[in-house]
């Protein structure tokens, strides 16, 4: 009778303990299982400055072009990747849903000096409103706001620069003498003053594709260096490359079809453009770049 009840206990606490053991086993799985799994990809759009130190020379542009990623949401963790002048950053946080808002707070890693934390809220699963704060409350731009539309990536080789686009480099203006020989200066004789010129490209770049062409020598020599940078670079903006350099930034970032997506694509590239960008690069080296003045 004694060992009959000693099996009954044995079997008793073994079931209790397994019963145990499979709610914590499912209690894991239901905290790691993958949610909201709609709201996974990219979100494209401005990243404009709210709160800026004006005292020193501004450095930071008011507006970059952002991509927020979403990869992964369970009920315990985010995690996703902020893409934005030339940074490529991991984000790790939380969502919470109140209704129908889904709100997020999103961490950057923290180790590098433009690290920030998101604050966001996603709307109609296509819309991503927010603000980002800067970790160092010292850098030059401190916070940012943002509205971004769901936009998925996809290489395209044909995509061109679209006509009627500024393709003017304001962000390397010099000084330069210039000499009104007109009939409506005050004296009648020529005169000298000092203007702010700026390189600008030739319509070359809306119709040379140094993605699907292969481009020979006699395509190149004669083009400006600012059309053969802009060449260049847009077989990598074709690619998603986040453009750390405001020059490359300015030609680019307004363009609709340009989604950053990462700060290195060079294993990407094609053959063809590979062999362009070796070229170009080479024709760069001894380009000459040409001034004029434009307005703003």
Known sequence: MKKLFCLLLSIFLFSCNSKEKKTVKDSAESLAKEIKTDLYGSYVGDFTALERDTNGIQKEND????NIIIKKITLTEVTGQSVVAG???????????????????LKEPGDDKNDGVFDFEIKNDTLLVGTWTANNTKKEVTKR?????????????????????????????????????????????????????????????????????????SDVKNLKKIDLEILR????????????????????????????????????????????????????KYAENNYDSFGR
């Open 63 to 66: 507006v970059n072009k952002i």
């Open 87 to 105: 940074n490529s950053r991991a984000l790790k946080g939380q969502m919470t849903v109140e209704g129908n808002t889904i709100h997020f707070v």
């Open 145 to 217: 706001k943002f509205e971004l539309a769901k936009k998925d990536f996809k290489y395209n080789p044909n995509v061109m620069l679209p006509e009627g686009g500024l393709y003017i480099d304001y962000a390397n203006p010099k000084e330069e003498e210039v000499t009104d020989e007109g009939e409506d200066t005050e004296s009648g004789k020529p005169e000298t003053y000092m203007s702010t010129v700026y390189r600008a490209a030739s319509e070359s770049i809306l119709t040379i594709n140094s993605s699907t062409q292969k481009l020979k020598e």
């Open 233 to 284: 670079n847009t077989i990598f903006a074709r690619h998603g490359l986040t453009f750390k350099t405001k020059t490359v930034r300015q030609f680019f970032d307004s363009v609709d079809w340009y989604i950053p997506v990462s700060d290195n694509v060079n294993s990407e590239l094609t053959n063809v453009e590979k062999e362009n960008v070796v070229l170009l690069k080479r024709f760069e």
